[in-house]
């Protein structure tokens, strides 16, 4: 029996529908027991967790400025593993990945696991609803389930070796966005706006992956905004918005500047 590990930080949900399509490949194995770890909320990454060496992890993270989120880095380096073998994988908004998928890669590997294999998604891009919108759709999700084909026939005769993957060491900074001026910016002091449409649901304050949004007033915040999106996309009445000028300036540039599709890139 193996025991495979689906772990993700997915806002916005399109992480969970790239590793629960490879879930769903690799469940049709009956000799395959599949557990599900949605570190999505800040209460659920205030433990460390520890893999053996007959257990398998895949994770899934969204890309956040060409790297792993920065909130998120203190959390990976507690998971461990015993020559656990993973599978990283990282989506991003069809701008580019990077050097997420290396950085998550050697976290793995600092971490004790043995990444034989790996891979890059794209899903609608957390500012926009126009960037890789609705993506992953169907064609990612084929690309999604030949990835996850190709892994059950490489967990049989399993490679001692790390997977390749493009990126650059050392981690390159975050990438920064500029003013209309060219200037740098904080892009870290930037929040959401609330409007008249709000009705109190508390649904933002529930799903913000950082806790930052006051339930009693959810106009407020309380933290930290990362800028995943989620109150904003998940809002039942689009009361939640951004109107800061070089956010718009951004989500534009994205928008026009990377409006090409990008398809998925798979490492074995």
Same mark, same amino acid.
């Given at each position: 029996m193996r025991n495979i590990n689906i772990m993700y930080f997915s806002p916005t949900g399109t992480t969970k529908k790239v590793v629960n399509g490879l879930a769903k490949i690799l469940s049709n194995d009956k000799e395959t027991n599949i557990k599900y770890?949605? /570190? !999505?909320?800040?209460?659920?990454?205030?433990?460390?967790? !520890? /893999?053996? %060496?007959?257990?398998?992890?895949?994770?899934?993270?969204?890309?956040?400025?060409?790297?792993?989120?920065?909130?998120?880095? %203190?959390?990976? +380096? !507690?998971?461990?593993?015993? +020559? !656990?073998?993973?599978i990283p994988i990282v989506v991003y908004g069809n701008r580019n990945y990077d050097d997420a998928l290396i950085e998550l890669k050697n976290i793995l590997v600092s971490g004790g696991f043995t990444v034989i294999a790996a891979a890059a998604f794209i899903g609608e891009h957390s500012f926009s609803k126009n960037l890789a919108k609705g993506r992953p759709d169907n064609k990612d999700m084929n690309k999604v389930y030949h990835f996850g084909h190709k892994l059950a026939e490489i967990l049989h005769d399993v490679p001692s070796k790390h997977v390749k993957v493009p990126g650059q060491n050392p981690i390159r900074p975050y990438y920064q966005p500029k003013d209309k001026n060219g200037h740098s910016f904080d892009f870290k002091k930037i929040t959401p706006k609330t409007n008249e449409n709000c009705i109190d649901c508390k649904l933002c304050a529930e799903i913000c992956p950082v806790g930052s949004i006051n339930f009693d007033n959810v106009s407020k915040l309380i933290g930290i905004c990362i800028k995943c999106c989620a109150c904003v996309k998940n809002c039942p009445t689009q009361a939640k918005f951004f109107d800061d000028e070089n956010y718009i300036k951004h989500k534009i540039e994205l928008e026009i500047k990377y409006s090409n599709r990008r398809e998925p890139e798979l490492f074995f």
């Open positions: 770890i949605n /570190f !999505t909320m800040p209460d659920i990454r205030e433990k460390s967790i !520890t /893999f053996g %060496k007959k257990e398998i992890l895949i994770i899934g993270i969204p890309v956040y400025a060409g790297r792993v989120p920065n909130i998120l880095l %203190k959390y990976l +380096d !507690t998971i461990k593993g015993d +020559d !656990t073998i993973a």
